[in-house]
């Protein structure tokens, strides 16, 4: 078992970040939780938005197809999606694809996935094609680029201001069981706020490289990337570890690797990343994002066909965009290189960083 393991090497090596333990439980070759126990969907451990309603999908496919046009509807491009679960939202991408005249003849589909069992089940999608990483993707032609709910995978260290300074939170050991406890802080931190004593200050490293590697990625070949997630619009403090388990929050120690951890999204920090690489960002909330696209309309008509639906599809438009679901607590961010690629649904609605 990975708990075993993990007690096994903090007894050798000291405690671990958060940042480390949550590596492990994900992606720990042989019992990382995406690497052998991932489960989605109503009888799994989570729901994603292509999960809850075809019209999610859609409106993204709406958004690919309006962005293919801005750039001027090349002939090839690559269409990219990283983490793209059991291949729902590609497959929403695609429907909608075949309606635009040209647009399935010039996406080659490309999809990075680090979950063996979800690459697999992916594979059943017509001409998808797996890479490793984003630097194997072909630099050579344009890229529309999506992920939904990655960044939420992508760890980060937690540091706590202390009546004697800040000091990292780290996972030892306390009566040979998992525990938090906490270490000084090393001379590599500087806290980016003026936090009281017991605020939580996360920075996450990884989703800092991972805004950089899309910047670099777009600034080499054009193109654009969409990242839909639920976090942070503005710089904050707080403490977001959190482990899912059927669809409830359990302890994030309690069963390594056999139960999702998620931290939020630094939209700010991606952002800030992402320019600092020469593209341009913009960010709005998902219910913004989805009604400027058009997603009342398309209700509207699923409604229309399928009347004795209605109730259920007003549920899912209302989960997807409502204030207080996630329509509000889930973000979107834009990125684009050159300067003249609109990134519609999100620079007209664009919210500061």
């Given at each position: 078992?990975?708990k075993?393991?993990l007690?096994?090497q ?14 492990r439980?994900?992606?720990d070759?042989q019992?990382g ?8 969907g109503?009888d799994?451990?989570f729901?994603?938005a292509?999960l809850?309603s ?5 409106m ?9 046009r801005g750039?001027g509807s090349p ?6 999606e990283?983490?793209g679960g059991d ?6 991408i695609?429907r909608?694809?075949a ?6 003849e010039?996406?080659?589909?490309v999809m990075?996935?680090?979950?063996e ?8 999608i017509p001409?998808?094609r797996?890479?490793?990483?984003l630097d194997a993707?072909?630099?050579g ?7 939904n ?8 260290r937690?540091?706590?201001k202390?009546?004697k ?9 306390i ?9 000084e802080?090393?001379?590599d931190f500087?806290s980016p706020?003026?936090a009281?004593?017991?605020e939580?200050v996360e920075?996450s490293i990884a989703?800092?490289r991972?805004?950089e590697?899309?910047a670099?990625l777009l600034?080499s070949?054009g193109?654009a990337?969409?990242l839909?997630?639920?976090g ?5 403090t707080?403490?977001t570890?959190?482990?899912?388990y059927?669809h409830?929050?359990?302890?994030p120690?309690?069963?390594p ?5 998620t931290?939020w999204a630094?939209?700010?920090a991606?952002?800030a990343a992402?320019?600092?690489g ?8 998902q219910?913004d ?7 009342a309309?398309?209700f ?6 399928h009347p004795d639906?209605a109730?259920t599809l007003?549920r899912q438009?209302s ?13 979107v961010?834009?990125l684009?290189?050159?300067e003249?690629?609109?990134?519609i649904g999100?620079?007209?609605?664009e919210s500061?960083?």
């Amino acid at each position: 078992m990975l708990k075993d393991r993990l007690i096994e090497q903090i007894t050798l090596d000291g405690p671990i970040s958060v940042a480390d333990y949550m590596t492990r439980c994900l992606l720990d070759p042989q019992d990382g939780y995406y690497t052998r126990h991932v489960k989605l969907g109503a009888d799994g451990d989570f729901l994603t938005a292509p999960l809850v309603s075809q019209m999610f999908g859609e409106m993204i496919g709406v958004w690919v197809a309006e962005v293919w046009r801005g750039m001027g509807s090349p002939a090839a491009f690559t269409l990219v999606e990283i983490g793209g679960g059991d291949g729902t939202l590609m497959r929403d991408i695609l429907r909608v694809a075949a309606k635009v005249p040209g647009l399935s003849e010039a996406a080659q589909v490309v999809m990075i996935e680090a979950s063996e069992p979800l690459r697999a089940v992916q594979t059943a999608i017509p001409g998808v094609r797996h890479v490793a990483g984003l630097d194997a993707i072909d630099a050579g032609m344009p890229v529309i680029l999506i992920g939904n709910e990655i960044l939420d995978c992508l760890p980060a260290r937690q540091f706590v201001k202390t009546q004697k300074g800040w000091h990292e939170r780290r996972i030892g050991l306390i009566d040979e069981a998992l525990g938090f406890g906490l270490v000084e802080a090393g001379p590599d931190f500087t806290s980016p706020f003026d936090a009281p004593d017991g605020e939580v200050v996360e920075i996450s490293i990884a989703q800092i490289r991972f805004g950089e590697q899309v910047a670099g990625l777009l600034r080499s070949a054009g193109g654009a990337a969409l990242l839909i997630d639920y976090g942070r619009d503005a710089p904050g403090t707080g403490d977001t570890l959190q482990a899912l388990y059927r669809h409830q929050k359990t302890d994030p120690l309690a069963a390594p690797g056999e139960h999702d951890l998620t931290m939020w999204a630094d939209f700010p920090a991606v952002a800030a990343a992402a320019r600092a690489g020469g593209v341009k960002a913009a960010l709005t909330t998902q219910g913004d994002f989805l009604r400027s696209l058009g997603i009342a309309a398309r209700f509207d008509a699923l409604r229309n066909h399928h009347p004795d639906k209605a109730q259920t599809l007003q549920r899912q438009l209302s989960r997807l965009t409502a204030k207080g679901q996630m329509g509000d607590l889930f973000k979107v961010l834009a990125l684009g290189f050159p300067e003249q690629i609109r990134l519609i649904g999100v620079e007209a609605t664009e919210s500061p960083l």
